[in-house]
């Protein structure tokens, strides 16, 4: 049973590009949500998809966008790049439970943005 | 808006010393609590959770945490570390929205935990 699997493990960006981190969930799991970890921080949540649609959105702007497929997998886009983004970018995936509780949530190994 | 605080960024510990990690919450409504691990060159992993019920907790690699809610508080303990416990751990809450059925996340910024053998 494959975890949580993200792709690529490293990437380096100049200021302005943009780039697009992949994720696929735990098999089961039907729910993505995406992290920004800085150095030395917690994991900040960016937005969740389920259902191919953005669920919830964190203190992030609109250059940080997502999409789900129907796969579950799912993508999070950065357009003009800045220097503080770089950072390690963490999916989690989870089964979707309606109602007053959330379910646990399984994180990958992370892509390592760098921007320069 | 909701913060974590864990007040303990840096612990050093020798073996068979007892652990207290503390974890604050600030947002008074129904909550979701987490424990996550992360071990030097691996990723984030559960080390216990709570949802409801009896407020003491127990998870993996003998950890529990007690949920206080009067002090909106979730610590972590341990009475006995070992060297392969060295790790960062960051507690994390899950703020529920009855608007959206749903719950946004919130992590405090970790403490590294260092046991010397």
């Known amino acids: 049973d494959a975890g949580v699997t993200q792709s690529p493990t490293h990437l380096i960006k100049t200021r302005g590009q943009q780039v697009t981190l992949r994720c696929s969930p735990k098999?089961?799991?039907?729910?993505v949500s995406w992290y920004q970890q800085a150095l030395g921080q917690g994991p900040q949540f960016i937005f969740q998809?389920?259902?191919?649609?953005?669920?919830q959105r964190g203190n992030f702007p609109d250059r940080f966008s997502g999409h789900q497929f129907p796969n579950y997998s799912s993508e999070l886009n950065v357009n003009a790049l800045l220097l503080g983004d770089s950072a390690l970018y963490l999916c989690?995936?989870?089964?979707?439970?309606?109602?007053?509780?959330?379910?646990?949530?399984?994180f990958g190994p992370g892509t390592r943005l760098t921007v320069l | 808006a909701q913060s974590v605080s864990q007040h303990n960024h840096h612990v050093i510990l020798s073996e068979a010393a007892s652990l207290e990690l503390g974890c604050n919450y600030s947002y008074g409504g129904t909550v979701n609590l987490f424990w996550y691990v992360q071990y030097p060159g691996q990723h984030l992993q559960l080390l216990l959770k709570y949802f409801s019920g009896d407020p003491l907790v127990k998870g993996i690699k003998g950890f529990e945490a007690e949920f206080i809610k009067s002090k909106f508080s979730f610590n972590l303990r341990k009475p006995s570390v070992q060297w392969s416990d060295t790790a960062e751990y960051f507690c994390a809450v899950m703020r529920f929205l009855a608007s959206g059925g749903s719950y946004i996340p919130t992590f405090g910024r970790g403490t590294s935990l260092i046991v010397h053998p």
């Open positions: 989690a995936s989870s089964r979707y439970r309606p109602g007053r509780r959330t379910d646990t949530q399984y």
């Open positions: 098999s089961g799991h039907d729910t």
């Open positions: 998809y389920y259902e191919e649609e953005e669920r």
